[in-house]
C-alpha cells in the first residue's frame, strides 16, 4: 500500500471518528436539554396548578365557559368560551416564560370521563407525536363542576427544540469539523504537489547529469591517451586535466546519488571493513593537490585500524566533499588541517581551515538542501547547495553524526562522528 492511499484512508479514519465523538456529545447534549426541560416544565407545572386552584378571574372566565353560564356576560356561550381559550393561553404562555420554556404548545381541559371542556386556539394534528404534560386540577374549577378536571399541555417537535437550544454547539462543531477537512485536503494537496515537483526536479537533475557523463566520459579518454602521448615537462598539466576531469565526474555522481537518495533510504550498500587505507589513499591524493595549487594541508592519523559497517565510495566521497568545501571558502593562505581517530567507541574526522567561517543562523540552515553560506569576499565560489546535504545524508545512514564550529572570518570545523562496529569498540 503506498503512501497516498495510507494518509487518505488515516484522514477518512480521523474525520469519522471526529464526527462519531462530535456526535455523542450532542446526543450527550440532548439528553441534558431534555433534562433541563422536564425540570423546568415541574416547576412551571406547580406555579399552573396552584393558580388555577383559586377563584380569580381566569378561573371565574373559564368556570363560565366549561359550565356554559351566560348570565353574567352580555355574550354568547361561543364568545365567553373563545375568550376563555384565548385567556387561558396566554396564562400558560406566562407561565412557562418564566422558566425559559419559549417553545410553541397548545392544550387541553378535560374531565376523566374524556369530556373536553376548553382547547387552545390552535391545534396540532392528532396523528402527530406530542409529548403531552398533564395537570390534575384541584380546588375552585373540579369542585365548579364536581368533575377531576386535568389540563394537558402539548409539544411537538421538541428535538428540533433541543437542537436549537444546542446550536452554540452544534454550529461550531460543524464549522471547525469543516475548517479541519479544508485544511487537510489543502495540506495533503501541498504535500503531493511539493512531492510531484521533487519528483520532477530530480528527474531533470538525472537527465541533465546523465548527458553531461557522456562529454566528461570522452574527455577522459582523450586526456588519458594523452597523457601517454605527452612530454615529461607538460606531463603534470595532463595530470591536473585528468584530476579535474574525475573530480567533475565525482560530482555528476555526486548529485545523481542526490537524487537517487530522496526515494531510497537504504541505497547504500555497506559492508564491514578497516577504512583507515581509504583515508590514508584519500590523503595522499589531497597532498598531491596541495602540492600542485601551494596551499597548506597537514593530516594526523591516530590509533588502527578503523573497523566500521560502512560504503567506503559514499564515505569517501562525503570526506572529498568538506576537503574541497575547505578550500574553496578560503581566502588566502589556505590551511586546512585532517585529524582522525578514535573516542568512545566512535571514529572521529575533522577537518579544519581558515576560511570565511559560517554565522550562527547560517550554522542552523548548513546542512539544508539548496542552502549556500554567503560568500563574503570569495567570489569564485560555484555550486548548487548540494554538497554538505549530501555529506549529512551519507552520514546519517551510516548511524552517525556530524556538526559544525565556526567563527565567522575565522574558519570553520567540521566534526564527523561515525560508530564503530561492535567487535572494535574498546
Known amino acids: 500500500m503506498n503512501g497516498k492511499k495510507i494518509y487518505i484512508i488515516i484522514f477518512s479514519i480521523s474525520i469519522i471518528g471526529l464526527a462519531v465523538v462530535q456526535y455523542q456529545y450532542l446526543r450527550i447534549g440532548l439528553n441534558l436539554a431534555k433534562v433541563q426541560f422536564n425540570q423546568k416544565m415541574g416547576l412551571a407545572v406547580n406555579d399552573i396548578k396552584e393558580e388555577l386552584e383559586n377563584s380569580n378571574e381566569l378561573t371565574f372566565l373559564v368556570g363560565k365557559a366549561i359550565t356554559e353560564d351566560d348570565t353574567f356576560f352580555k355574550l354568547s356561550i361561543d364568545s365567553v368560551q373563545d375568550a376563555s381559550s384565548y385567556f387561558m393561553n396566554d396564562f400558560l404562555k406566562g407561565k412557562l416564560l418564566q422558566q425559559g420554556i419559549k417553545k410553541e404548545f397548545t392544550y387541553t381541559l378535560y374531565a376523566k370521563d374524556s369530556t373536553d371542556y376548553l382547547k387552545s386556539p390552535r391545534s396540532y394534528n392528532n396523528e402527530e407525536a406530542l409529548l403531552r404534560y398533564p395537570i390534575p386540577l384541584e380546588g375552585y374549577l373540579p ?30 462543531s460543524l464549522l471547525f469539523i469543516i475548517a479541519i477537512i479544508f485544511v487537510i485536503i489543502w495540506v495533503l494537496k501541498s504535500f503531493y504537489w511539493q512531492k510531484k515537483l521533487i519528483t520532477i526536479t530530480n528527474e531533470f537533475i538525472n537527465n541533465l547529469t546523465h548527458e553531461l557523463k557522456t562529454p566528461v566520459f570522452s574527455i577522459g579518454i582523450a586526456s588519458k591517451i594523452l597523457q601517454e602521448k605527452t612530454k615529461a615537462e607538460n606531463r603534470e598539466l595532463v595530470d591536473m586535466i585528468r584530476r579535474q576531469v574525475d573530480k567533475l565526474k565525482n560530482q555528476i555522481d555526486k548529485v545523481l546519488e542526490l537524487a537517487s537518495l530522496e526515494g531510497k533510504k537504504n541505497f ?92 550562527d543562523d547560517d550554522k542552523k540552515k548548513v546542512f539544508d538542501k539548496y542552502f549556500r553560506v554567503g560568500n563574503g569576499d570569495v567570489h569564485n565560489v560555484k555550486g548548487y547547495g548540494l554538497g554538505l546535504n549530501y555529506v549529512q545524508r551519507i552520514v546519517k545512514l551510516h548511524k552517525g553524526k556530524i556538526s559544525v564550529k565556526s567563527t565567522l572570518g575565522k574558519g570553520s570545523e567540521f566534526i564527523m562522528n561515525l560508530p564503530l562496529h561492535k567487535n572494535e569498540k574498546q
Open 143 to 172: 369542585s365548579l363542576i364536581k368533575k377531576r378536571l386535568v389540563l394537558e399541555l402539548q409539544f411537538k417537535n421538541l428535538n428540533k427544540y433541543f437542537l436549537f437550544q444546542l446550536n452554540g454547539l452544534t454550529i461550531p
Open 268 to 359: 547504500i550498500e555497506k559492508k564491514v571493513m578497516d577504512f583507515k587505507p581509504v583515508i590514508v589513499n584519500l590523503i595522499n591524493d589531497f597532498e598531491q593537490l596541495a602540492a600542485l595549487e601551494k596551499f597548506s594541508f597537514t593530516s594526523e592519523i591516530k590509533g588502527s585500524p578503523y573497523i566500521i559497517n560502512c560504503d567506503p565510495y559514499h564515505l569517501e566521497n562525503a570526506i572529498n566533499s568538506l576537503l574541497d568545501n575547505a578550500k574553496k571558502y578560503s581566502i588566502e593562505k589556505i590551511k586546512i588541517i585532517l585529524l582522525v581517530f578514535k573516542e568512545d567507541n566512535n571514529l572521529i574526522i575533522s577537518i579544519k581551515d581558515n576560511g570565511i567561517g559560517i554565522s
